[in-house]
């Protein structure tokens, strides 16, 4: 899997977009890219993934820069339930269902 | 539709003695992988299983096992516990393959976990 590189903290006002970065120089054309976040004391939860295009759900959208190398996951309006560890993760299908989690983004929504 | 269950939710342990962790997937999911997440970092995998069998293993010792019943529920075993195994343990399910594509398939589904904390 691709190592990825993510800043260990960020703020956001409430109301606000928050933008979280994520460089993966080392992609390969078959990995995916996925977004999970972890609220202080629950378990993972799934936000988005893609390959090259852009995603949007109803969690937020995904940027994938045209080589690949970086992202940018969007919470459109940030709210305080928001706060939480954001992870990008980096995996083909030769990881099968191993999912490497680095240290994530310790994301602060403030009122 | 009930999500990944996992119990106990929290359980106190010393050192030496044997821990058995259980885990319910979500509707429908097939393969159960477990993460052990220590204080202030992201979850490590430890294993995962499909039709009964560890397919895929992590960088654990072997007193960390498994084991996964037909209906596809799983248990966690940790022997000869040691303080380093404080940690929150995950259990999370992803669904059979060929759904939904490589992408789609592979998305896992976490419990709350069971905090395990060895004295």
């Known amino acids: 899997d691709a190592k990825t590189t993510q800043p260990p903290s960020m703020d956001c006002a409430e109301g606000r977009a928050a933008n979280l970065p994520c460089n993966h120089s080392t992609i390969s054309g078959n990995e995916y890219v996925y977004w999970y976040r972890q609220i202080h004391s629950q378990g993972p939860q799934y936000i988005i993934h893609g390959l090259k295009n852009n995603e949007t759900n109803e969690m937020a959208s995904l940027i994938i820069t045209e080589d690949r190398k970086s992202s940018t996951l969007i919470l459109p309006h940030a709210t305080l339930r928001d706060t939480a560890v954001y992870y990008c993760?980096?995996?083909?299908?030769?990881?099968?269902?191993?999912?490497?989690f680095g240290e994530g983004t310790q994301l602060t929504v403030n009122p | 539709d009930a999500g990944v269950t996992q119990s106990p939710t929290h359980l106190i342990k010393t050192r030496g003695q044997q821990v058995t962790l259980r885990c319910s997937p979500k509707s429908g999911h097939d393969t159960v992988s477990w993460y052990q997440q220590a204080l202030g970092q992201g979850p490590q995998f430890i294993f995962q299983?499909?039709?009964?069998?560890?397919?895929q293993r992590g960088n654990f010792p072997d007193r960390f096992s498994g084991h996964q019943f037909p209906n596809y529920s799983s248990e966690l075993n940790v022997n000869a516990l040691l303080l380093g195994d404080s940690a929150l343990y995950l259990c999370a399910s992803s669904p059979p393959p060929g759904t939904g594509g490589f992408g789609s398939k592979n998305i896992q589904y976490f419990g709350a976990g069971t905090r395990l904390s060895v004295l």
């Open positions: 299983y499909y039709e009964e069998e560890e397919r």
């Open positions: 993760i980096v995996r083909g299908e030769t990881s099968g269902s191993r999912l490497t």
